[in-house]
């Protein structure tokens, strides 16, 4: 049984003081939720907020890193200095990452072998572009991307590697994927991994889908058969609308 994963992305938002209310205010009100609980924060919110989250179900992540264990690198951070701030997951290869400072395929093929080295959980993503789909190469783009990332990734990496699918037209835009849509594209990367590992390890693999996932749309997604959890951006940012997303 593949456990559910939400993951809040908070992008470049949020505060220390907002930071802190927000985890106080989400822990009180999950419960005994089954699924797995990640916010994607700031570097800066790190290390605050793993302290913050200590004895609730809520896990840290970070939203990039390098490949490199250390160097002249001005301005990057190293997976080893995002799991000793206390991160648990890290968030590699988002569409943002890819459009506005030169992520590739093959740095993000980089930074999953080097997260997983570090002994932190990747969430990989991705996805198409509007003009990628409407040229028909969704599934295209879809498969070089999945197949560049784990390229030299072992069967044991993989099956605890999170996979992200956000089409790029869905994000920040209001314009969610149907769950069908969702599904569509979902399914096929699981296909596509169990053709790279065989079965078991794609029967266990967990995929989300993200963009613009919100309250009223949560439960059709995670409906789906091979959808299994959501990245979450906007709707993420306040504790009440977070809070009905997990507890779908
Ligand atoms: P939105 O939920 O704001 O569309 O963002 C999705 C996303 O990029 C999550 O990583």
Redesign the pocket.
């Known amino acids: 049984m593949r456990k559910p994963i939400i993951a809040g ?1 908070w ?1 470049m938002h949020m505060t220390m003081d907002t930071g802190r209310a927000f985890v106080r205010e989400v822990a009180a009100g999950l419960g005994d939720t089954e699924v797995e609980v990640v916010l ?1 924060v700031p570097f800066t919110l790190i290390q605050p907020l793993k302290a913050a989250a200590e004895g609730t179900p809520i896990k840290i992540a970070a939203q990039n890193m390098h490949f490199e264990d250390s160097g002249a690198y001005t301005g990057e951070i190293s997976a080893e200095m995002l799991k000793e701030a206390g991160a648990a997951y890290v ?1 590699i290869g ?3 990452r890819r459009q506005y400072f030169n992520e590739t395929d093959e740095t993000v093929n980089l930074k999953l072998k080097k997260a997983h080295e570090a002994g932190l959980i990747p969430i990989v ?1 991705c996805g198409e572009t509007l003009e990628e789909r409407e040229a028909g190469n969704t599934e295209a783009v879809v498969r070089r991307q999945v197949i560049a990332a784990f390229e030299g990734v072992s069967p044991e990496q993989t099956v605890t590697t999170v996979i ?1 699918y ?1 089409p790029v037209w ?4 209001g314009r969610t994927a149907t769950a069908a849509q969702a599904q569509e594209v979902i399914g096929y990367i699981r296909g596509l991994i169990e053709t790279m590992y065989g079965d078991v390890i794609s029967e266990e693999v967990r995929i989300q889908y ?4 919100k309250p009223d749309n949560i439960e059709e997604i995670m409906n789906e058969v091979d959808i299994d959890g959501a ?6 940012l306040k504790p009440d609308s977070f809070l009905s997303l997990v507890n779908f």
């Open positions: 992305n992008k994607c968030v988002h569409s943002e993503c992200a956000e869905a994000i920040g835009t993200g963009g613009s996932v990245l979450v951006g906007g709707a993420s």
